[in-house]
Nanobody, 127 residues
Framework: VQLQASGGGLVRTGGSLSLSCAAS????????MGWFRQAPGKERESVAA????????YYTNSVKGRFTISGDSARGSVYLQMNNLRPEDTAVYYC?????????????????????WGQGTLVTVSS
Protein backbone atom coordinates (compact mmCIF):
# COMPACT_ATOMS: atom_id res chain seq x y z
CA VAL A 1 0.00 0.00 0.00
CA GLN A 2 1.24 3.46 -0.88
CA LEU A 3 0.00 6.81 0.32
CA GLN A 4 -0.25 9.67 -2.13
CA ALA A 5 -0.27 13.19 -0.77
CA SER A 6 -1.31 16.22 -2.79
CA GLY A 7 -2.47 19.79 -2.44
CA GLY A 8 0.68 21.64 -1.55
CA GLY A 9 1.67 24.88 -3.18
CA LEU A 10 2.60 28.51 -2.72
CA VAL A 11 0.30 30.78 -0.78
CA ARG A 12 0.56 34.16 0.90
CA THR A 13 0.37 34.72 4.62
CA GLY A 14 -3.23 34.40 5.74
CA GLY A 15 -4.17 32.17 2.85
CA SER A 16 -5.50 28.64 2.85
CA LEU A 17 -4.55 25.28 1.41
CA SER A 18 -6.15 21.87 1.54
CA LEU A 19 -4.01 18.75 1.60
CA SER A 20 -5.26 15.32 0.65
CA CYS A 21 -3.82 11.87 1.15
CA ALA A 22 -5.19 8.66 -0.30
CA ALA A 23 -4.14 5.03 -0.18
CA SER A 24 -3.33 3.16 -3.36
CA UNK A 25 -5.81 0.44 -2.45
CA UNK A 26 -9.51 1.27 -2.56
CA UNK A 27 -10.11 -0.13 0.88
CA UNK A 28 -7.30 0.29 3.36
CA UNK A 29 -8.50 0.07 6.92
CA UNK A 30 -6.50 2.12 9.37
CA UNK A 31 -6.50 2.77 13.09
CA UNK A 32 -5.06 6.24 12.83
CA MET A 33 -3.75 8.69 10.26
CA GLY A 34 -1.86 11.89 10.58
CA TRP A 35 0.10 14.70 9.02
CA PHE A 36 3.69 15.51 9.80
CA ARG A 37 5.91 18.26 8.44
CA GLN A 38 9.58 18.95 8.09
CA ALA A 39 11.01 22.39 7.51
CA PRO A 40 14.54 22.90 6.17
CA GLY A 41 17.08 22.24 8.89
CA LYS A 42 14.48 21.04 11.34
CA GLU A 43 13.26 17.68 12.55
CA ARG A 44 10.02 16.18 11.41
CA GLU A 45 7.16 17.18 13.68
CA SER A 46 3.62 16.04 14.11
CA VAL A 47 1.02 18.54 12.90
CA ALA A 48 -2.28 16.76 13.34
CA ALA A 49 -3.51 13.22 13.71
CA UNK A 50 -6.70 11.35 14.18
CA UNK A 51 -7.41 8.00 15.81
CA UNK A 52 -10.75 6.90 14.51
CA UNK A 53 -12.00 5.44 17.77
CA UNK A 54 -10.85 8.28 20.00
CA UNK A 55 -12.84 11.25 21.16
CA UNK A 56 -10.98 13.87 19.22
CA UNK A 57 -7.99 14.58 16.98
CA TYR A 58 -4.55 15.76 17.99
CA TYR A 59 -3.13 19.10 16.92
CA THR A 60 0.22 20.60 17.72
CA ASN A 61 -0.22 23.86 19.59
CA SER A 62 0.96 26.11 16.78
CA VAL A 63 -1.84 25.01 14.41
CA LYS A 64 -4.78 24.79 16.82
CA GLY A 65 -7.68 26.85 15.59
CA ARG A 66 -6.19 27.11 12.09
CA PHE A 67 -5.89 23.54 10.82
CA THR A 68 -8.55 20.84 10.66
CA ILE A 69 -7.91 17.15 10.07
CA SER A 70 -10.54 14.81 8.71
CA GLY A 71 -10.70 11.58 6.81
CA ASP A 72 -12.17 8.19 6.05
CA SER A 73 -10.92 5.30 8.13
CA ALA A 74 -12.10 2.55 5.76
CA ARG A 75 -10.58 4.10 2.66
CA GLY A 76 -7.35 5.18 4.23
CA SER A 77 -7.88 8.83 3.31
CA VAL A 78 -6.96 11.84 5.37
CA TYR A 79 -7.26 15.56 4.70
CA LEU A 80 -5.80 18.67 6.24
CA GLN A 81 -7.53 22.01 5.83
CA MET A 82 -5.05 24.76 6.59
CA ASN A 83 -6.33 28.28 7.14
CA ASN A 84 -4.62 31.51 8.14
CA LEU A 85 -1.27 30.15 7.03
CA ARG A 86 1.93 31.67 8.35
CA PRO A 87 5.49 31.66 6.97
CA GLU A 88 6.49 29.29 9.77
CA ASP A 89 4.09 26.72 8.32
CA THR A 90 6.41 26.37 5.33
CA ALA A 91 7.56 22.76 5.15
CA VAL A 92 7.20 19.48 3.34
CA TYR A 93 4.05 17.84 4.64
CA TYR A 94 3.82 14.08 4.93
CA CYS A 95 0.79 11.95 5.56
CA UNK A 96 1.08 8.76 7.55
CA UNK A 97 -1.10 5.82 8.43
CA UNK A 98 -1.19 3.25 11.17
CA UNK A 99 -2.95 -0.06 10.60
CA UNK A 100 -2.24 -1.63 13.96
CA UNK A 101 -3.02 -0.96 17.56
CA UNK A 102 -0.22 1.16 18.97
CA UNK A 103 -1.51 2.67 22.16
CA UNK A 104 -3.90 5.42 23.10
CA UNK A 105 -4.33 8.97 21.85
CA UNK A 106 -1.07 10.05 23.47
CA UNK A 107 0.82 8.09 20.83
CA UNK A 108 -0.63 10.07 17.91
CA UNK A 109 2.30 12.52 17.64
CA UNK A 110 4.91 9.73 17.63
CA UNK A 111 6.10 9.03 14.08
CA UNK A 112 7.42 5.62 15.12
CA UNK A 113 3.87 4.37 15.57
CA UNK A 114 3.03 4.85 11.88
CA UNK A 115 3.61 2.15 9.29
CA UNK A 116 2.96 3.91 6.00
CA TRP A 117 4.16 7.27 4.73
CA GLY A 118 3.35 9.41 1.74
CA GLN A 119 5.99 11.04 -0.41
CA GLY A 120 5.46 14.56 0.90
CA THR A 121 3.98 17.69 -0.58
CA LEU A 122 5.61 21.11 -0.29
CA VAL A 123 3.76 23.98 1.32
CA THR A 124 5.34 27.42 0.98
CA VAL A 125 3.88 30.44 2.71
CA SER A 126 5.25 33.79 1.62
CA SER A 127 5.26 36.82 3.88
Amino acid sequence: VQLQASGGGLVRTGGSLSLSCAASERRFATYAMGWFRQAPGKERESVAAIKWTSAGPYYTNSVKGRFTISGDSARGSVYLQMNNLRPEDTAVYYCAARNRLAGGPSTLPNPETYDYWGQGTLVTVSS
